[in-house]
């Protein structure tokens, strides 16, 4: 089974600097996907950043990027000129290409990091 | 478009009451799921339904069951709620289940047993 850690329970940032957040995941499978998720206080579980495993270039959606290391790894999300906008708890997540014996493609998510933005 | 919707948002139950979730979709997805929430985890998965008219267990279905009433709503039902059911619910949809689509979450549903 796919486990997912996220060994920052708590992070913090100044307005405008940038933040880095680890994620490090294990599996025996070759193709996969990743994901962050960001959690407001709303609850709402918000999409941040998709990576898929077979591609190398590391993916970007305007201030946020990641850094993937597949030998490693690692699937890191850096946050650059954080606003104050940006604080939530932050989730990494697995999915497999497989369907496994009742788990059917699920999400496998880390126990997630919560970000402060300090003005 | 509302996207993915529960209801209620909010649930107290006493231990061995029974209750239903509510989920529903507009936007024409044929996978649905169940995660719930608990404090210093991250979601873990009930239930799934890749399409209308079938289910399947996820990591921690024992204490729920579930219908897909049609292709929008699924719904999650504690029989017999116990204190370890305490915890956020969330439903979520997707285009299909392959791994290339991305799952849409509702606001949660928090419930607590006593």
């Known amino acids: 089974a796919q486990t997912v850690t996220q060994s920052q329970p708590e992070m913090s940032v100044q307005e405008a600097e940038t933040v880095t957040l680890s994620c490090t995941y294990d599996?025996?499978?070759?193709?996969?996907?990743l994901f962050w998720y960001k959690q407001p206080p709303s609850r709402q579980m918000i999409l941040v950043i998709r990576?898929?495993?077979?591609?190398?270039q590391n993916a970007t959606e305007n201030r946020f990027s990641v850094n993937f290391q597949k030998a490693a790894k690692s699937f890191s999300l850096k946050i650059s000129d954080s606003q104050l906008g940006d604080a939530a708890m932050y989730f990494c997540?697995?999915?497999?290409?497989?369907?496994?014996?009742?788990?059917?493609?699920?999400?496998?998510f880390g126990s997630g990091t919560q970000l402060t933005v300090l003005p | 478009n509302a996207g993915v919707t529960q209801t209620p948002k909010f649930q107290v139950l006493k231990t061995g009451q029974s209750m239903t979730l509510q989920c529903a979709q507009d936007m024409n997805h044929n996978s649905m799921y169940w995660y719930r929430q608990d404090p210093g985890m991250g979601l873990r998965l009930i239930y799934y339904?890749?399409?209308?008219?079938?289910?399947d267990k996820g990591e921690v279905p024992n204490g729920y069951n579930v219908s897909r009433l049609n292709k929008r709503e699924f719904s999650l039902r504690l029989e017999s709620a116990a204190p370890s059911q305490t915890s956020v619910y969330f439903c979520?949809?997707?285009?299909?289940?392959?791994?290339?689509?991305?799952?849409?979450f509702g606001p949660g549903t928090r419930l607590t047993v006593t």
């Open positions: 979520a949809s997707s285009v299909s289940g392959s791994i290339a689509y991305e799952q849409y």
């Open positions: 339904s890749a399409s209308e008219g079938t289910t």
């Open positions: 997540a697995y999915r497999s290409p497989l369907i496994s014996s009742g788990s059917a493609r699920q999400l496998t």
């Open positions: 599996t025996s499978e070759s193709d996969y996907y």
């Open positions: 990576q898929e495993a077979y591609k190398q």
